[in-house]
């Protein structure tokens, strides 16, 4: 029960800062689109991007090779585990676009060349390197929480400053 409970609290805290992310760069790609009189769904592509985001990150964690370049410096391990999640993201995004464009043709080569010459490719990407910038975020903040101590960065933003007056007593 204690096991399941940290589970979900770990999932909870990774989808709130996923979806404050991910809220964030659909909001502005929202802004963007409002120019052209395009309408988008922010809130639920965040909402299931956040909880998906999250709990692909605690199932790839697990595995032990995303702890490939723990003894190398932080930056090489947060450089690495962002590209491969971006990397998961990059794919998994591409085949769910070739089943679309898979249902829409009926033909493997016709998905591919729906991809390839789709008008929503470049946005796509677009989309790819704001979330890669999310993911480098988190794994710049776990280093820190995790140079600080388990917790510590948490309290160190939550927490009131402690005024001169408190730290001297």
């Given at each position: 029960?204690?096991?399941?409970?940290?589970?979900?609290?770990?999932?909870?805290?990774?989808?709130?800062?996923?979806?404050?992310?991910?809220?964030?760069?659909?909001?502005?790609?929202?802004?963007?689109?409002?120019?052209?009189?395009?309408?988008?769904?922010?809130?639920?592509?965040?909402?299931?991007?956040?909880?998906?985001a999250a709990k692909?990150?605690?199932?790839?964690?697990?595995?032990?090779?995303?702890?490939?370049?723990?003894?190398?410096?932080?930056?090489?391990?947060?450089?690495?585990?962002?590209?491969?999640?971006?990397?998961?993201?990059?794919?998994?995004?591409?085949?769910?676009?070739?089943?679309?464009?898979?249902?829409?043709?009926?033909?493997?080569?016709?998905?591919?060349?729906?991809?390839?010459?789709?008008?929503?490719?470049?946005?796509?990407?677009?989309t790819i390197l704001c979330i890669?910038?999310?993911?480098?975020?988190?794994?710049?903040?776990?280093?820190?929480?995790?140079?600080?101590?388990?917790?510590?960065?948490?309290?160190?933003?939550?927490?009131?400053?402690?005024?001169?007056?408190?730290?001297?007593?």
């Amino acid at each position: 029960m204690q096991s399941l409970k940290r589970e979900l609290k770990k999932i909870s805290s990774l989808a709130l800062f996923f979806f404050i992310g991910f809220g964030y760069i659909l909001l502005i790609m929202k802004l963007f689109l409002k120019e052209y009189d395009i309408s988008a769904y922010v809130l639920s592509k965040a909402l299931v991007g956040s909880i998906v985001a999250a709990k692909a990150v605690v199932l790839m964690e697990m595995t032990p090779w995303m702890e490939r370049f723990q003894r190398s410096p932080r930056y090489i391990s947060v450089l690495y585990k962002t590209f491969i999640y971006t990397l998961a993201v990059l794919v998994i995004g591409l085949i769910e676009r070739l089943i679309d464009g898979y249902l829409k043709t009926k033909s493997l080569s016709g998905a591919i060349e729906t991809l390839i010459h789709s008008e929503h490719f470049y946005p796509f990407l677009a989309t790819i390197l704001c979330i890669a910038v999310v993911f480098l975020m988190h794994n710049i903040f776990t280093e820190i929480d995790t140079y600080l101590g388990k917790g510590n960065l948490l309290k160190f933003f939550l927490n009131r400053p402690q005024t001169q007056r408190n730290r001297v007593a």
